[in-house]
């Protein structure tokens, strides 16, 4: 069965600081693999994706992602942080089929001033 | 264009009772999927809808049953309520099959007393 874990529950950043969330996933095929973001209150925005092809994968809101399949990770990076970043943060691998997401348990970041 | 539509954004029902959730996907989208999001918990796969069938369940019980309709919206039932059914749920839109591609609305926040 696949999982992600995501082994941060919350960490806290300095504004300007750069930003490294982490995320190892299960899964026995190629694995697809998201990042999405939610706000206090709001649904989920997704942030990148990856299917294949090259590893390092740019999203929105200046974030990117590498896909380490030696490491079964996925890790999101900013080099910046703002205080409009301080959100919630989820993994996502999607199965074979396309048609159910399993997410890990997210990561809460906090952008100190 | 709008988004995911989820109605009601807020409720609050009974032990016991039973409660309808709706969602109308984005233009252009012709499957929904439904989650469950738990407070502190990333998001559990319910069940995905597509050509009015369900097309694939998460490990929830029967309690939760779902229709999809002729305009690709999908309502979500949840009967007999527990406590624990409290919980953020967010309904997700794609297109075609297998959908690579999701779009999520804000969810129905519903607490059980």
């Known amino acids: 069965a696949q999982s992600v874990t995501q082994p941060d529950i919350h960490i806290t950043v300095s504004e300007g600081a750069s930003l490294e969330l982490r995320c190892n996933y299960s899964y026995g095929a190629t694995p697809y693999l998201f990042w999405y973001v939610q706000s206090p209150g709001q649904g989920l925005q997704l942030l990148l994706k990856?299917?294949?092809?090259?590893?390092l994968v740019q999203g929105i809101k200046g974030f990117e992602a590498e896909f380490k399949r030696s490491q079964s990770s996925f890790n999101l990076r900013k080099p910046s942080v703002h205080w409009s970043d301080a959100a919630e943060y989820f993994c996502?691998?999607?199965?074979?089929?396309?048609?159910?997401?399993?997410f890990g348990g997210g990561t809460r970041l906090m952008v100190k001033p | 264009d709008a988004g995911v539509t989820q109605s009601p954004t807020h409720l609050i029902k009974t032990r016991g009772q039973q409660v309808t959730l709706r969602c109308s996907p984005k233009?252009?989208?012709?499957?929904v999927s439904w989650y469950q999001q738990a407070l502190g918990q990333g998001p559990q796969f319910i069940f995905q809808?597509?050509?009015?069938?369900?097309?694939q369940r998460g490990n929830f019980p029967d309690r939760f049953s779902g229709h999809q309709f002729p305009n690709y919206s999908s309502e979500l039932n949840v009967n007999a309520l527990l406590l624990g059914d409290s919980a953020l749920y967010l309904c997700a839109s794609s297109r075609g099959q297998p959908p690579y591609g999701y779009t999520f609305g804000s969810g129905t926040r519903l607490t059980v007393v």
């Open positions: 996502a691998v999607l199965n074979n089929a396309g048609n159910m997401l399993t």
């Open positions: 809808y597509y050509e009015e069938e369900e097309r």
């Open positions: 233009s252009g989208h012709d499957t």
């Open positions: 990856y299917f294949s092809g090259d590893t």
